[in-house]
């Protein structure tokens, strides 16, 4: 499973930063969980480190978790949101999941980020019944699915699509995200009208990132790729019944621009997401780093929640010396860079992956996915009179 695929607000769609951030909040919007650091398949863009590896998250990870979870969704007035991603969340068994998710109050909302390989009826009778929500990794029909296979190397679209058929027979809606890994002409109207007739409610996209184990290229010629997006918002226009993240995600903060309202309707500190691995270490910002070390970083992680617990680790996040260096990347990046209030200074792993630092500025994935992102939204808005 592509690491990229995370990259979502659970609590309904992605959030741009204003012009005036500045610092880590203390209180985090959603927690990332991995209840197991095993995937069953072996796709070629995963970033995962340990994915071949079976390492569960013991239960006492996961009430340390709660604990403070559980007071920040009654104080928030809404459901706040647990992210089961893995590795493959559902290799950790039924009953495992069941386990680590009973600690949690009713108050908290659970997503779980799956390929769909192993969901059948009694998965479902399981979503149902702890009222989880599902998004589900599929790149496309059959033939844009070449990058996810077994271990064995066999194409997996097809217990991908039994996945899918079973949440569509129980009538459970889901989410689904897209990996693009070439962002050729024609492919935006050809992924969107599959999504369509695949039944999800919400679709995400995401172009392909260099990162962690993945060291493929994402650089894409600039007019390319401002026109795969440009092409997609043609294409969720003709039939606008899937709510599509990234198009969503651009129009709203263009309304708060014209607006002049940005500061009052967007978030003023960092999200600190922080990830929860397996043995309870704390990875804050990007669960992309989890798992990965460095000689100058250490293993970027922040703590322990057995140790220090959860609210203690987020209260002092400076005390992380990467998170401070990439906390300064995002002050250059505020101070130089036109796209800052949409991009909000971009995603530390990127930063890391493909610069070797935080504290660099722009990177591939700043272009694909939020310069040429927003650029093609407006290049389709500009068009569109001519077009009509």
Do not use: I, K, Q, W
């Given at each position: 499973m592509s690491r990229a695929e995370t990259r979502q607000d659970p609590a309904g769609g992605g959030r741009p930063a204003p012009t005036g951030m500045r610092g880590v909040a203390t209180v985090p919007s959603y927690v990332v969980m991995q209840p197991t650091t095993l995937c069953n398949l072996d796709c070629s863009y995963c970033y995962l480190p340990l994915r071949a590896a079976n390492r569960r998250m013991p239960v006492p990870v996961a009430a340390a978790v709660a604990r403070p979870v559980n007071i920040w969704a009654a104080q928030q007035g809404r459901r706040f949101s647990v992210v089961w991603h893995g590795g493959e969340p559902l290799a950790a068994g039924r009953d495992h999941l069941a386990a680590l998710i009973s600690p949690f109050s009713a108050d908290v909302e659970h997503h779980v980020q799956t390929n769909a390989t192993l969901i059948d009826d009694p998965w479902c009778e399981f979503f149902r019944e702890h009222r989880i929500?599902?998004?589900?990794?599929?790149?496309g029909p059959r033939a844009r699915n070449d990058s996810r296979h077994t271990r064995g190397g066999r194409p997996a679209y097809d217990q991908i699509r039994s996945g899918v058929e079973a949440l569509r027979r129980h009538g459970i809606e889901f989410s689904a995200l897209c990996v693009v890994s070439d962002p050729s002409p024609g492919l935006a109207t050809e992924l969107y009208r599959f999504f369509l007739d695949l039944g999800c409610d919400v679709l995400g996209i995401n172009i392909e990132e260099t990162e962690g184990v993945n060291v493929r290229s994402n650089r894409w010629p600039d007019r390319a790729v401002a026109g795969f997006w440009a092409e997609l918002v043609g294409a969720w226009r003709q039939a606008p019944r899937i709510h599509l993240?990234?198009?969503e995600w651009s129009l709203?903060?263009?309304?708060?621009v014209l607006d002049d309202t940005a500061d009052e309707v967007l978030p003023r500190q960092l999200d600190p997401i922080p990830t929860i691995g397996y043995d309870g270490s704390v990875v804050l910002l990007s669960p992309?780093?989890?798992?990965?070390?460095?000689?100058?970083?250490?293993?970027?992680?922040?703590?322990?929640v057995l140790a220090s617990g959860l609210a203690e680790i987020l209260a002092t996040p400076e005390r992380t010396p990467w998170v401070t260096e990439f906390v300064?990347?995002?002050e250059a990046c505020r101070t130089t860079c036109?796209?800052?209030?949409?991009?909000?200074g971009g995603h530390a792993a990127n930063r890391y992956f493909e610069h070797g630092r935080f504290d660099g500025t722009e990177t591939n994935h700043c272009r694909n996915s939020k310069i040429?992102?927003?650029?093609?939204v407006l290049a389709h808005a500009r068009d569109q009179p001519a077009a009509d």
């Open positions: 929500r599902v998004s589900v990794s599929v790149d993240r990234e198009v709203r903060y263009a309304a708060a992309e780093l989890a798992g990965f070390s460095d000689p100058r970083y250490g293993d970027f992680t922040s703590g322990n300064a990347g995002v036109p796209y800052f209030g949409f991009c909000g040429h992102l927003l650029e093609g």
